[in-house]
């Protein structure tokens, strides 16, 4: 049985009634019914949720406790995803077959890569003279988007607290419930109090109170670039590590020679994942202009495959954008793309249905690459397709955003795509259609962020590295 009506934060351990009186509605964006909400939290609340993280905070603590304490997390949200999965679909849209899979299923995996690095992990090395050695970084305030509610948590909270970091939590307002079961997991494992906080409300005062307060070491942030900038000058003022995950723009390159019906059908379908709400979404498919028309047809056939509708019907690939200001900008993207020339493909902004925010799979033609669709994150199911001359104009195109999360490369044979690849300014590309890899590193180049989640690399952000000088070694008489 779901609780949706949330009137507690969890700190210290406990639920505890917070210090403000207000609450944050949650919307259901398929049927823009109120399903419940959250507290709006204070930075009094902040402050608590700070302290009993400090509290909980032993540098001391043994990787074998860790390990001990990650099993039973792990253990305790796995049994809870079918739940967390209704929830995702409920507070965001998700169609349950995304919900049930991508939603929960990539968490799931990304935890367990941690366990599996925590695991294997030297802490300690010798390098000359010094012993090396790596220790929890100290508290850490995790700030998260609402696009994969449950995934987004996961990549902070589970690597935080293999490495031994106590966490204070803000996830978005758009799709917080999924979060507050998460956080009955991790009540349910009996970590030490104060290990994982949870504080919700507006991101300008929750948010900001954390990334500017005094008593956090570290402050991992998944949002909008705009946003992730003002993290990242809050926290400078007091200089604690930031570790931002932002928007992108990435880019589908499809060389001369690939498998154009391959590339191009997988291509629709990434851009489509999740209602086109993913950040490393290829949201810019570069086709060779002489297979230009061909890519076209393609294209719009695979869309059509692509079903809005109910999130809890089974057959549907699209639900909602997860709120009505998330809906508004999309439909202003693709009015404000027509109006700049682009040619619609399939789609468009026309009402689909009566009620709930959905969007019809739109692709745009002959987009300029320094037009606004060219160049910035919709973030929602909108594709735009742009022709290059060779493939050097493809990297020209494919480098000219201010973005550089992800991507991919289609070629005739893997060697000349990972060529063409190690050129492109990116955190992350696959490779003639190599599948995901929760262990990757994942993060941004240019403004698509600094740091790495995920895997080892994701592990390490959440570590210090201390070095002692040893003596020389005593003569022996
Ligand atoms: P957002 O508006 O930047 O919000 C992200 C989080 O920051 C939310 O919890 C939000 O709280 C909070 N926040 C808002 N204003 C803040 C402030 N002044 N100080 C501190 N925190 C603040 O992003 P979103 O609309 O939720 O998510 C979509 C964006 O996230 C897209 O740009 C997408 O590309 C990016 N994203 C990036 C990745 C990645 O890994 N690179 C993954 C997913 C999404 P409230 O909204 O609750 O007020």
Redesign the pocket.
Known sequence: MHNYDRTELFIDGQWITPNGTGTVEVIDPATEEVIGGVPSGTADDVDAAVAAARRAFDPLVSVAERRERLARVIDAMQKRLPDIAETITREMGAPVRIAQSVQTQVPLAVARGIADVLEKFEFEERVGNSLVVREPYGVVAA??????PLY?VVAKVIPAIAAGCPVVL?????APLSTFEFVEAIQAAGLPPGSVNLVTG???V???H??AHPEVDLVS????????A??GE?AGKTVKKVAL????KSANVILDGADLATAVKVGVGNAFLNGGQ???AWTRMLVPQSRYAEALDIAAAAAARYTVGDPWDPGTRIGPSASRS?FETVLGYIERAQRDGARLLTGGAEKIRDTGYFVAPTIFADVDPLSELGQE?V?GPVLAIIPFTDSDDALRIANATPYG?SGAVWAADDDTAIAFARAVQTGQLDINGGPYNPVAP???YKK??IGR?LGRYGFEEYLQTKALQLPAPKASA
């Open positions: 700030i998260t988007p609402w696009n994969y987004q803000k996830p978005s307002n758009e507006p991101g300008r929750i948010g900001e954390m990334a942030f998944t949002g909008s670039t705009d946003v992730g003002r993290v809050l995950e932002l928007g992108g993913t950040c490393m998330q994150e973030f999360l994942f993060g941004g698509s962020g989640e």
